[in-house]
């Protein structure tokens, strides 16, 4: 397990990391998001100490890395894998030197590399690939061979500093599942940086959110889903844009706040308070934890008290809001849209 | 009127193939020697700069100032200026050893030079590959540097061979030897047209020669 303490960064005056702390126990993935400018890839290069902390402190399994000497730092941040945004390979190594690559500093026999670069190549199902080199393969395929790299030294935390970025929904998805797959078989800590929504839905099991480089809210993403309706809320389960305008009164917005939430609600609910439901937007999902999530826009075609409305939604585990609530896509754009939204709205 | 004696055609060579021994002995040596110290020069510049693996900006600006001191002279100039050091070295100013060194004071920092720039071609991140692996320096530049850069190296080596060339004929005139000293001599100076032409065939095709064959070279070597 990995326990980062007031981790703080400074570049002179400038504070980049500001008292961090989070920690990923065992066989968890713990996703950081934020937009860009956050502090997301500094804490990433901290975490793995690519960069020293101002302060603060970095516990892996137990032993503070912040506070090791240079030769023993070489030794012990072998505990932290990383997996680098597009992979990172040697272009001049095959896949399989790649992999190998972490275990020749250290004194691993030949024999063994090879045994080990086998079992990880067919972990992450690549062993038929493991002559090419990275030109010849996918954006997906490097990452796979980039996870099996991380995975090398057998460390107990494993950072993954955007490994999706880049690649399409479909091998996205199958890199996720590789992670998760990852984290259950070898019950590794997974850090995961992201500032991709649909990736921590789909696999983190904790999230917090770096604003400025503070955490600024954090939670089992079940819990900030489900309680919430704050932006990290909004921005891991948005709302698609209704056909309706949001401020006519007899409009509700609906978050699942259970679980077990009955789908049948919308039938149930339009009988109990006799009348007809438009559903304008709606997203439902079923996350990590096999229950369900949504948010869901809908609007009564006959006035009700709204105490009335309020109640009978709660009665079935749904969260009732009268009127519209901002979207918040803020912290998922991507920096090159950002940047554009930004010379837009400068000219 | 003047009359041009040249060498009969069945001549040449007995004057042509000593001299293409020398040049390649003079160019040899001298690759040798910028090899052995311009690439761990250039690794040393890279890597004192603000990008390199340790930073050090006193080292960086020094080694720097003396790699461009060696390539801001014209070669004549530049081995008129250290006879006394050749003197010293090898303990003679004519002849294929008076003109390794200066040929090697001209090669070490073109070569550093050409190395640093193929090492600063390798995104970072794939340094950071090896350090967050825990790799030492040393082993960052032995299994990162020298390796990525590889096919950078060797063209820059190629590069480096045409230059010597070309530096070995100017060192001709101390006497050196070699195909640019029997081009100047007799081709020049005697009015020798077999002699030029057979020196400017040669050097000409020695230069594709080693061009083409650096870009085969490097075009295997990366992937």
């Given at each position: 397990m990995i326990e980062v303490t007031a981790l703080t960064k400074r570049y002179g005056s400038l504070t980049v990391l500001d008292g961090v702390d989070f920690a990923v126990q065992a066989?968890?993935?713990?996703?950081?998001?934020?937009?860009?400018?956050?502090?997301?890839?500094?804490?990433?290069?901290?975490?793995n100490l690519l960069e020293k902390p101002t302060s603060g402190s970095i516990l892996v399994d137990g032993k503070d890395l912040t506070r090791l000497s240079r030769r023993e730092l070489r030794s012990a941040?072998?505990?932290?894998?990383?997996?680098?945004?597009?992979?990172?390979?040697?272009?001049?190594?095959?896949?399989?030197?790649?992999?190998?690559l972490p275990m020749r500093y250290l004194d691993i026999s030949h024999s063994e590399r090879v045994t080990r670069v086998r079992e990880l190549l067919d972990r992450v199902g690549m062993l038929h690939r493991a002559n090419?080199?990275?030109?010849?393969?996918?954006?997906?395929?490097?990452?796979?061979?980039?996870?099996?790299?991380?995975?090398?030294?057998?460390?107990?935390?494993?950072?993954?500093?955007?490994?999706?970025?880049?690649?399409?929904?479909?091998?996205?998805?199958?890199?996720?599942?590789?992670?998760?797959?990852?984290?259950?078989e070898l019950r590794v800590a997974v850090v995961l940086i992201t500032h991709e929504m649909d990736v921590v839905r789909s696999v983190a099991d904790s999230v917090a959110r770096l604003h400025e480089g503070k955490i600024i809210e954090r939670g089992s993403v079940a819990e900030v889903v489900r309680s919430s309706d704050s932006e990290l809320a909004r921005a891991l389960l948005p709302l698609p844009p209704g056909p309706a305008p949001l401020h006519e009164s007899a409009v509700w917005q609906l978050r699942y706040e259970r679980p077990d939430v009955d789908p049948a609600w919308l039938t149930s609910i339009?009988?109990?308070?006799?009348?007809?439901?438009?559903?304008?937007?709606?997203?439902?999902?079923?996350?990590?934890?096999?229950g369900a999530a949504g948010r869901v826009t809908v609007r009564f075609e006959r006035p009700l008290a709204a105490a009335q409305v309020r109640a009978a939604f709660a009665s079935r585990g749904i969260h009732a809001t009268q009127g519209s609530i901002a979207r918040a896509d803020e912290l998922e754009r991507e920096p090159e849209e950002r940047q554009e939204a930004l010379v837009r709205s400068a000219a | 009127m003047i009359l041009a004696t040249a060498t009969p055609w069945s001549g040449v060579s007995s004057l042509l193939l000593p001299a293409l021994g020398q040049t390649a002995a003079m160019v040899g040596i001298v690759m040798g020697i910028v090899v052995a110290l311009g690439l761990p020069l250039g690794l040393l510049i890279f890597n004192t700069s603000p990008r390199g693996l340790t930073p050090h900006t006193t080292v960086h600006a020094s080694i720097s100032w003396i790699a461009n001191l060696g390539r801001s002279l014209p070669f004549l100039v530049l081995m008129a200026t250290v006879i006394p050091f050749t003197q010293l070295v090898v303990n003679t100013t004519i002849g294929i050893k008076a003109a390794i060194i200066p040929m090697s004071l001209a090669g070490i920092p073109f070569f550093a030079r050409l190395v640093e720039n193929a090492v600063r071609e390798i995104p970072r991140t794939r340094l950071d590959v090896g350090i967050a692996s825990g790799a030492s320096v040393l082993q960052v530049i032995r299994t990162i540097q020298l390796t990525e850069a590889l096919p950078g190296i060797v063209a820059g080596l190629s590069l480096n061979i045409i230059a010597m060339i070309e530096y070995s004929a100017i060192a001709g005139a101390i006497g050196a030897g070699g195909l640019g000293y029997l081009a100047v001599n007799y081709g020049y100076e005697q009015f020798d047209s077999h002699i030029m032409i057979s020196c400017i065939v040669v050097l000409v095709l020695i230069v594709q020669i080693v061009q083409f064959g650096g870009d085969r070279i490097v075009r295997s070597l990366t992937h």
């Open positions: 066989g968890e993935i713990a996703a950081v998001v934020g937009p860009s400018g956050a502090g997301k890839s500094t804490l990433a290069r901290c975490i941040r072998r505990a932290i894998g990383t997996v680098f945004q597009s992979a990172s390979l040697l272009q001049r190594l095959t896949a399989a030197e790649n992999v190998e090419h080199y990275p030109s010849q393969l996918s954006g997906g395929q490097q990452q796979r061979i980039g996870l099996a790299r991380g995975l090398a030294l057998k460390p107990s935390v494993l950072l993954a500093d955007e490994p999706t970025s880049g690649l399409d929904p479909h091998t996205t998805s199958s890199i996720l599942k590789l992670l998760a797959e990852l984290r259950d339009g009988r109990e308070l006799d009348t007809d439901i438009s559903v304008l937007a709606g997203l439902i999902e079923t996350i990590d934890d096999g | -």
